[in-house]
């Protein structure tokens, strides 16, 4: 993953696109894409009809049910990408506690405002929204952006763990070379960051949280937060899933992400928690 060179990005990418209210911490990251069915149990499918929820406020249930609506179960990942021309309807500002202004579509944005009056009625306050909607235009200059870093020097910890020692050594520091050439370049950025098209953010379904103990840097360390212990509980409640699970990359294409959770409607996410799927699986499973 990018740690110490993604706040000096960020940072550039802020002043690029002051006008894009979007303002990435941190891309997907990629590892293979396969669907595994495995440990899946058919019959969790379902079991938001015998669910009982229980909330400690009053529950507008219309906003967290979609009747497992195709709009909220769009996929998009290394295998499914959005078009350039897509871009979700109802798109609104968020009006929740965000690190800069950012934009949900309609009914995900209400999910969510119900969600963290939740967390904070149970006493989980530290949170906020570090990244939703992103444009098709946006990926591309944010891949661009991380194409661009990765030619520059010193060779990245990132290219040796994608093109291996040996292969720096050989095509490289022998040669007296310390940048990478553009074809490395995209096969490093690769490797942490979602082509354009291909990052479920377009779909205007997702949010990253962070909070304050993260240091403005989206790291695993979120799931040691108390409001990661609520959400692992409870986010499915309230129609979101944590759709990068860790154990999962080989299904979703991406590695373990904590913080970054997806809006599919009450009935699918929890089929989805109690299943203990992905999204991948659990639309293979009920498409049959």
Request: glycine content about 6%; aromatic content about 12%; overall charge negative.
């Amino acid at each position: 993953m990018k740690r110490n060179s993604a706040k000096i990005f960020v940072a550039i990418l802020a002043v690029l696109l002051l006008f894009s209210g979007c303002i990435n911490t941190q891309e997907e990251e990629e590892t293979t894409t396969s669907i595994n069915m495995n440990n899946v149990n058919p019959s969790s499918v379902g079991s938001y009809k015998t669910m009982e929820y229980q909330y400690l406020t009053n529950i507008d249930v219309a906003s967290l049910t979609t009747n497992l609506d195709k709009t909220y179960l769009i996929l998009a990942n290394k295998t499914n990408e959005l078009a350039s021309t897509y871009e979700p309807s109802g798109l609104t500002t968020l009006t929740c506690e965000t690190t800069y202004s950012m934009k949900l579509e309609g009914r995900a944005a209400q999910a969510l405002y119900v969600m963290l009056l939740e967390m904070r009625a149970a006493g989980v306050s530290d949170i906020a929204v570090t990244s939703a909607y992103r444009s098709y235009e946006y990926q591309v200059n944010t891949y661009n952006g991380w194409v661009q870093e990765e030619m520059k020097a010193p060779i990245s910890e990132d290219a040796y763990r994608v093109l291996g020692q040996e292969y720096i050594k050989m095509n490289y520091l022998d040669k007296k070379i310390y940048s990478l050439n553009l074809a490395d370049a995209h096969k490093v950025a690769q490797s942490y960051s979602a082509l354009p098209g291909q990052s479920e953010h377009q779909t205007g379904l997702c949010v990253d949280f962070i909070t304050s103990e993260m240091n403005g840097e989206l790291t695993e360390e979120f799931e040691t937060t108390e409001a990661f212990e609520w959400l692992s509980k409870n986010a499915y409640k309230f129609g979101f899933i944590l759709r990068y699970p860790k154990g999962k990359e080989n299904i979703t294409g991406y590695t373990y992400e904590p913080w970054h959770y997806r809006f599919v409607g009450r009935e699918a996410a929890t089929d989805i928690y109690v299943g203990d799927m992905t999204l991948e699986q659990y639309l293979q499973l009920t498409s049959n």
